[in-house]
């Protein structure tokens, strides 16, 4: 069984850049598509990237688009979200779960991880 555990959230000005890590355990990640949410306060949970699994492409949401990359690191069995440029509406809880593909919608993807929290506020 998979699980996956978020860290790297923390607070930051607007402008400023975090980068979060997904850690998988049981299984290796790079056999999953692994795709990162948000979720914030009175919102629903929204997609903001996700990277297929074997090498496989990734895809943004249009609002992180050009700031946030997503990655990779085998060795270290991770994926990673780097995040620049950060804007206060990029505050929410993030959260990292894994899936066969990333074409399915949020309810296709399991094993999810507890989130970690991210403020953008000056």
Request: aromatic letters at 10%.
């Amino acid at each position: 069984q998979l699980w996956l555990e978020e860290s790297g959230g923390g607070l930051v000005q607007p402008g400023g850049s975090l980068r979060l890590s997904c850690v998988g355990s049981g299984s290796t990640l790079d056999h999953h598509a692994i795709g990162w949410f948000r979720q914030a306060p009175g919102k629903e949970r929204e997609g903001v990237s996700c990277i297929r699994r074997s090498g496989g492409s990734s895809n943004y949401a249009d609002s992180v688009k050009g700031r946030f990359t997503i990655s990779r690191d085998n060795a270290k069995n991770t994926v990673y979200l780097q995040m620049n440029s950060l804007k206060p509406e990029d505050t929410a809880v993030y959260y990292c779960a894994a899936s066969w593909d990333c074409s399915g919608s949020l309810l296709d993807f399991a094993s999810w991880g507890r989130g970690t929290q991210v403020t953008v506020s000056s």
